[in-house]
């Protein structure tokens, strides 16, 4: 089967590029920092739950500095720290405006795990796949109330039943589009 999400999380390559971009701007909004300094935020704000690596991080650094997104500020104590800039301040305000009309909208998934799904999907297909997702979310959230309210064991044995069906389905239609890939 498959390892724990808090085992992927630790593991980049399964973490999208506009969340570790998100998470970058997040801190950089909130003073200057270093790679290093960043990564340990990240790790703090997810509860020790994901820490991105080195090799995730400075190519991103990179690009947001090549892009005018970052600035570079003079080495002190050893350390290259960066801040935003006037365009990446403006960038991060986007990108909160987007989390949050998500979450308004009934998703809790990060734009960007949307995205990385959607990305290879023909636009017109796109308004659809995110009307199904939205609607899978909203039903977990309102059976997560009404169980709050009236518990049963056999709604959750229920619940649990159509989530490893769904879960084994989904995985089913992944080894035959990857080739077995991605097992």
């Not at 979450?103 to 959607?118: K, V």
Request: net charge positive; hydrophobic share 35%; proline share 7%.
């Amino acid at each position: 089967m498959f390892p724990p999400i808090k085992h992927w999380m630790r593991h980049t390559a399964m973490v999208p590029k506009g969340f570790i971009r998100y998470h970058v701007l997040e801190a950089l909004s909130q003073k200057p920092m270093s790679g290093s300094e960043i990564m340990t935020e990240i790790e703090n704000r997810t509860g020790g739950f994901w820490k991105p690596s080195p090799g995730s991080i400075y190519p991103l650094l990179a690009w947001l500095q090549d892009n005018g997104y970052i600035r570079e500020l003079p080495v002190e104590n050893g350390l290259k720290r960066y801040e935003l800039t006037e365009r990446g301040k403006a960038l991060y305000e986007e990108q909160k405006k987007i989390r949050q009309k998500v979450r308004e909208e009934g998703g809790f998934l990060p734009m960007p795990f949307i995205d990385s799904l959607l990305f290879k999907i023909p636009p017109e297909r796109t308004v659809e796949v995110r009307e199904s997702i939205k609607r899978l979310v909203m039903a977990f959230f309102q059976l997560g109330c009404t169980l709050q309210e009236k518990f049963s064991e056999q709604a959750l044995n229920d619940v649990i039943k159509v989530i490893d069906e769904t879960s084994k389905k989904l995985e089913e239609i992944n080894r035959k589009v990857s080739g077995g890939k991605c097992d």
